[in-house]
């Protein structure tokens, strides 16, 4: 069990530039979370997959924002068009499918929008 | 909807002295219940977590938690910090009763350990 992983760590780009992060779960977890952290505040939802379907959006999650996990493995998190308000941190969660099992999350992807 | 509330944003405590953490989630019939710890630079980390039976639970580095429907809280005690405790501590709950799975976390509460 190697954890789940994110990459990059951090990330630093002009207003206006698409950017892409990549989450890499524990190899057995069906389901995939990504939420958003800005300063001071805890993580909220934006989306989650089971295998490869993407099964709830959170509106939070505006056209500029796409997910996804063609494989049902790894995910991406692609951001168009960004803006100031988009800085924030990225985290990733993995989790086996039953509504109490534990989400393990990754260490996050910072962003910073200049 | 489902919300959780952090009252505390900020506690200061010496090392070796006790800790409690509040957590108030609104109202749901079926709530399960999480404690995770985020340290600067470092993913959440899972403390513990209820889901039923025993209202008490255990969990990692000697912190436990009390389930208390009747006051819709989930507090955090841990009977002696030590200085590796300094952390940011968030509450999450999942209803099951909404349909969904996603977590909904508290704003989180900082925590600062004295010598």
């Known amino acids: 069990d190697t954890g789940v992983s994110q990459d990059p760590r951090h990330k630093i780009t002009k207003r206006g530039q698409n950017v892409t992060f990549r989450c890499d779960p524990i190899s057995e977890h069906n389901r995939l979370y990504w939420y958003r952290q800005t300063l001071g505040q805890g993580p909220e939802f934006l989306t989650y997959?089971?295998?490869?379907?993407?099964?709830?959006k959170s509106r939070l999650l505006s056209d500029r924002f796409s997910a996804e996990r063609p494989k049902g493995s790894f995910s991406t998190l692609e951001i168009q068009r960004t803006e100031q308000g988009d800085s924030a941190m990225y985290l990733c969660?993995?989790?086996?499918?039953?509504?109490?099992?534990?989400?393990?999350f990754g260490p996050g992807t910072r962003l910073l929008v200049l | 909807a489902q919300s959780v509330t952090q009252p505390d944003i900020h506690i200061t405590v010496s090392e070796g002295a006790s800790l409690e953490l509040r957590c108030n989630y609104s109202?749901?019939?079926?709530?399960?219940l999480f404690w995770y710890v985020q340290s600067p630079g470092q993913g959440l980390q899972l403390l513990l977590k209820y889901f039923s039976g025993d209202t008490l639970v255990q969990g990692i580095k000697g912190f436990e938690a009390e389930f208390k429907r009747s006051q819709s809280s989930f507090n955090l005690r841990k009977p002696s910090v030590h200085w590796s405790d300094a952390a940011e501590y968030f509450c999450a709950v999942v209803y099951q009763d909404f349909g969904n799975e996603k977590l909904t976390f508290g704003t989180g509460t900082r925590l600062t350990i004295i010598p």
């Open positions: 109202y749901g019939a079926t709530p399960y």
């Open positions: 997959f089971q295998n490869e379907a993407q099964l709830e």
């Open positions: 969660a993995s989790s086996l499918v039953a509504i109490q099992e534990t989400q393990y």
